[in-house]
């Protein structure tokens, strides 16, 4: 994984998560960029990043690659946090069965192999 990405599984495992705020066009992005990817600025702010969002899509995955053989299936979930920041991570607690477009879920991550995180998204409570 790249260094920018076990850097923001640390700050949501200490409820310390970031992203980075454009200050000329309010762009949020993630990951971390030198410049906005939507007006080329480079004045970007970090500003904290909730856990709450709301699904956008979603699949059940049934086959997969040697390395997650034991897993399937799992649901994979696209997510809009409340900041507008996109991010894609694993369901837990629900299947593709228990979730739909629109539902409430919070960030999360779990623990991989060789101290690895994988980002996880758990449905929100009421």
Known sequence: MPKWFDSFTDTIESDEQQYLACETCGH???????????????????????????????????ITIPKFHGETPYTV??????????????LRDATADDIAIGD?????????????AVLTFRPAEE
């Open 28 to 62: 949020g992005t993630l990951p971390p960029r030198r410049l906005c990817p939507a007006c080329g600025s480079a004045d970007l702010t970090r500003e904290p990043l909730s856990k709450r969002g709301t699904v956008l899509s979603f699949t059940e995955i049934s």
């Open 104 to 116: 409430a879920v919070v960030l999360g991550t779990e623990p991989r192999d060789a101290g690895t």
């Open 77 to 90: 979930a696209l997510v809009e946090l409340d900041e507008e920041i996109t991010l894609t991570g694993q």
